[in-house]
Nanobody, 125 residues
Framework: VQLQASGGGLVQAGGSLRLSCSASGRPLSRYAMGWFRQAPGKEREFVAAISWTGTTTRYEDSVKGRFTISRDNAKNTVYLQMNSLQSEDTAVYYC???????????????????WGQGTLVTVSS
């Protein structure tokens, strides 16, 4: 089972990117999914999470109103739409999910067991 994050890149401040997270070998529809990010020299931090049905979402305060997490279970893919990007959003972004099915984790990284390899987002000011 492997989570694959993609969609990162270089964007100017104020711009947008959409990240995708897909998986092979495991139906993501059974799991809540999360996005985290890690900037150089900083700890990994929670960005957003979505329940397995997509009906419940959570966001870190600094991204509320700018980022949107969504999922398409038919495509086995989770998305993170990022608008109004700022230089402070520069980081490697990771998708992840917990081991338990049908369980909404807290924003703590320890609640997430399976992680993708990360995709780099660089926002130039």
């Amino acid at each position: 089972v492997q989570l694959q994050a993609s969609g990162g890149g270089l964007v100017q401040a104020g711009g947008s990117l959409r990240l995708s997270c897909s998986a092979s070998g495991r139906p993501l529809s059974r799991y809540a999914m999360g996005w985290f990010r890690q900037a150089p020299g900083k700890e990994r931090e929670f960005v957003a999470a979505i329940s397995w049905t997509g009906t419940t979402t959570r966001y870190e305060d600094s991204v509320k109103g700018r980022f949107t997490i969504s999922r398409d279970n038919a495509k086995n893919t989770v998305y993170l739409q990022m608008n109004s990007l700022q230089s402070e959003d520069t980081a490697v972004y990771y998708c992840a999910h917990p081991a338990e099915r049908h369980w909404m984790p807290t924003p703590q990284p320890a609640d997430f067991v399976f992680w993708g390899q990360g995709t780099l987002v660089t926002v130039s000011s």
